[in-house]
Nanobody
Framework: QVQLVESGGGLVQPGGSLRLSCAASGSITGMYSMGWYRQAPGKQRELVALLLSGGRTNYADSVKGRFTISRDNAKNTVYLQMNSLKPEDTAVYSC?????????WGRGTQVTVSP
């Protein structure tokens, strides 16, 4: 397992952009997947974007075409580029790493989309 630390959240107006970063304490190259999840107040946590070890990506329907997940193995970091943000994107965004030892989670970073 690795320690994960998210950053890059904040307050942004509708239509704006943010880039979230997830820095891992160790190598992420052997991970089965790296993903971003979010949880809004009163709602269950949901998958936003998933990056599989082979490079394939999956996105929630609500973010397709707006969000992009990527990784920099040299920096042990995963990113989530979020464009055309909407108020309904407001949530705590958490990073997940899934490997042979199980799941690792970061503490999350708050994203608020509001005029």
């Amino acid at each position: 397992q690795v320690q994960l630390v998210e950053s890059g959240g904040g307050l942004v107006q509708p239509g704006g952009s943010l880039r979230l970063s997830c820095a891992a304490s160790g190598s992420i190259t052997g991970m089965y997947s790296m993903g971003w999840y979010r949880q809004a107040p009163g709602k269950q946590r949901e998958l936003v974007a998933l990056l599989l070890s082979g490079g394939r990506t999956n996105y929630a329907d609500s973010v397709k075409g707006r969000f992009t997940i990527s990784r920099d193995n040299a920096k042990n970091t995963v990113y989530l580029q979020m464009n055309s943000l909407k108020p309904e994107d407001t949530a705590v965004y958490s990073c997940n790493a899934r490997g042979w030892a199980g799941d690792s989670w970061g503490r999350g970073t708050q994203v608020t989309v509001s005029p």
